[in-house]
Each structure stands twice: as C-alpha cells, then as structure tokens.
C-alpha cells in the first residue's frame, strides 16, 4: 500500500517491468494493481521453489523496501544489483527507548522514493493508489442513505485501538450522523456490541466484506475515523478526510496518513505529554505500563469536535 508510488513512479517514468514480491496476505492489494507485471507470493518463508522462479528471471535490479533478513538473503541468492530502503532503526530505537527523536520530518513514502532516486525516479506529487476491481460490490450490503462516517475499529495490536467502553462512547458523541464500523472477522463481535450499546445511527459491518469492499464504503463515506492501520492508508488513498488515533505508536514514525502534494486532510490526535509515548514501533497486545493511558485518556471531545469541524 504505501509502496504505491514507487510503483507507479518506477513504471511510468522507466516504463520498466515490474515483479513484486509479498506475502500472500497482501494478495488482493497487489493483483488489482495495473502498474505491476507480475506479481510472487509467499507464507511466512520464501520457498526454494519460488527462490529457483525469481533466479530465473535475472533481474536488471531489485529494489528492497523491508530490507530485513529475509530480503537480506534473497538479494544475496539473487546476485543482482540492489537498492535497500533505510528502516531508521536506531532513530526509531532511540526515541522508543530514550525519548530522543532525531527523525527526519518525512513520510515513509518519501523514504521509499529514494531508495529509487538513483535510478533516474522521483515522486510525481500522486499520493497512494489503491485500485478496487470491478468485481468488487455491495450489493449485498445496506449502508446508511444520509452521509455517513466510517470508523476502522480495528488494528493489529491491542494498544493501537480505543479500548471497547472508549469506543461505545465515541460513537454515543457521534449521534448526529451514521456511523459505519469497519473492521476484520476478529472484531466482528466487538463490533456488534459496540453497535448495540451506542445506538441506532451504529451500523456494524466488521467481518463481513473484504478488504475491497470495506474500501467501497470508505469511499462512500463523508470521512473517516481510524486507528494507525492499514484501513487510514486506504481511506488516504481514496482522498478521504481522516480523524486518526494513535495510541502506542506515534505519527513521527513516519506513518500519518499520506495525500498528494498540497492537499492535507488529516488530523492527528494523541494523547500529549506522556514521556512512556511511543512504547513501541509496531505495538503490544497490552500496555507495558499496565495503564494504557495512550488510549485510555484519549480526548474523545476532542475527536467529536475534529469530525464535526
């Protein structure tokens, strides 16, 4: 997803073929994508018969954007000339750990861009693409008639979200318009209760689209609340307003919700002051501190307030 524009970049401007290689989670994402040529996928390791498959190819070059042992291995088998992305690791450790933060004022996607600069490439001002096939519907589906506001409940780890009595409460504030919770089968539940407990304007489709049918409502709706998570890099994609939460993590990572050049319609909100923020790059699936006040103190006024204006 936030390789997009390198993507688009590398083809429109070398009109080079481009294969990309990614676990079979990100299947769905990576075929709709008209940019790429061929597309490789694994499980958790890359196999020797895929290994044997890539080696065939002999590849003019390979350009590494998780750059970790894996790809490490990879390139060294490939024997082709390479170009590596910069994690930032030590920046990132030093301000999960020290609180020090000496990291570049620059999205992740520019990060990406140059790890291609080299080739001649640059960032064409576009944002992220996100392509939904044809053969994605709703059809089956209700939403609300009235504009409505899309909530991405979920996140992959427990202190990136709202904890459930926080988000019942969020939504209550959120009366005045429909909200549409959205999120995967593990918070279909919680989606249920929550949309029980806040009201009639609640509407729950957690667990039941997939990934590109929850882009089609996010493209329905009037804008978008999220946690730090793949579903606020898709409603950026689709040039949607975003309200995002951080809990954990922290914006400074380089991970805010990313739109083309001159158009910003994000509003970050967190918790400020804390000295124990971020906890984490990637976060737990509980509070180290046992307080979880990243979350739990969250202004929800405040995120009322940013939706409403």
């Known amino acids: 997803m936030l390789?997009?524009?390198?993507?688009?970049?590398?083809?429109?401007?070398?009109g080079a073929e481009l294969h990309f290689l990614s676990k079979a989670a990100f299947r769905p994402i990576l075929e709709a994508n008209p940019y790429l040529d061929k597309t490789f996928f694994f499980q958790k390791e890359i196999s020797p018969a895929l290994l044997a498959e890539l080696k065939a190819e002999q590849y003019d070059a390979v350009i590494d954007l998780h750059h970790n042992l894996r790809t490490l291995r990879l390139k060294w088998s490939l024997g082709r000339p390479s170009r590596s992305f910069d994690k930032l690791n030590f920046q990132k450790w030093l301000l999960v750990?020290?609180?020090?933060?000496?990291?570049?004022?620059?999205?992740?996607v520019e990060r990406y861009m140059a790890t291609v600069a080299s080739l001649g490439v640059a960032y064409d001002g576009d944002g992220l693409d996100y392509f939904i096939p044809n053969s994605?519907?709703?059809?089956?589906?209700?939403?609300?008639?009235?504009?409505?506001?899309?909530?991405?409940?979920?996140?992959?780890?427990?202190?990136?979200?709202?904890?459930?009595?926080?988000?019942?409460?969020?939504?209550r504030l959120l009366a005045n318009q429909p909200v549409v919770l959205l999120g995967g089968p593990s918070e279909a539940d919680m989606g249920e209760r929550i949309a029980k407990a806040a009201g009639a304007h609640v509407w729950n489709l957690c667990g039941a689209?997939?990934?590109h049918q929850s882009a089609l409502v996010l493209q329905k709706s009037q804008q978008v609340i999220s946690h730090d998570t793949g579903l606020m890099h898709?409603?950026?994609?689709?040039?949607?307003?975003?309200?995002?939460?951080w809990g954990s993590t922290t914006p400074d990572f380089g991970m805010w919700p990313f739109y083309p050049t001159n158009m910003e319609a994000n509003t970050s909100l967190k918790v400020d002051g804390l000295k124990?923020?971020?906890?984490?790059?990637?976060?737990?699936?509980?509070?180290?501190?046992?307080?979880?006040?990243?979350?739990?103190?969250?202004d929800l006024q405040a995120v009322q307030k940013s939706v409403q204006s």
């Open 276 to 298: 124990c923020q971020p906890c984490s790059k990637i976060g737990f699936n509980q509070c180290p501190k046992g307080h979880f006040k990243c979350m739990r103190e969250l």
């Open 234 to 245: 898709i409603a950026a994609a689709l040039r949607k307003p975003i309200v995002s939460l």
């Open 209 to 211: 689209l997939s990934l």
């Open 97 to 108: 750990r020290l609180g020090i933060n000496i990291l570049p004022k620059k999205h992740i």
């Open 136 to 171: 994605s519907h709703l059809n089956d589906f209700e939403l609300p008639k009235s504009p409505f506001i899309s909530f991405a409940i979920g996140a992959t780890y427990a202190t990136k979200r709202l904890p459930e009595d926080k988000l019942i409460a969020l939504c």
């Open 3 to 14: 390789s997009s524009p390198v993507v688009r970049c590398l083809k429109k401007q070398l």
